[in-house]
């Protein structure tokens, strides 16, 4: 582990299982581990048409976790938004970054269009129209993200 870390803040839809926690907790002691659980982070289909609400509530979440006290020097990791399940938390978190001038990493390794038709509705919902709209949500681009 770097000694130049000194805390991993997992942000996530719901809470980790503890034993896998727990172990991510060994793996990368003695940094200290920070769990922030915001269910608006979850899958969008398995919020019920919260839609209206989740900008405003990311946007605030977002801004804590990275314009708070201790975040400079913040990098986000994010783990495979390409499957495109929640865009309005995915937009957020790269204007959010961008605002604050953290490193964004975007992790790919599933991808919205490899036969996951069905979430077309869902991402319609989230504000996409066209295809372009979605690889954009999910392809950002800016000098502080790393794709």
Known sequence: MNPGIKEVVLACGEAPAPGWLD???TSVNPCEVVVRVLPELGYVAELRGQYPRLRGKLRAFFDDVFGGPGAEGCI???????????LIATRELARSCSAHKRLLVLHHHDWWFDNRWQRWREMRECGARTLASVAKALLPHSPGIRH
């Open 23 to 25: 172990h991510f907790r």
């Open 76 to 86: 986000a990791w994010a783990h495979n938004q390409s499957l495109g399940r929640n």
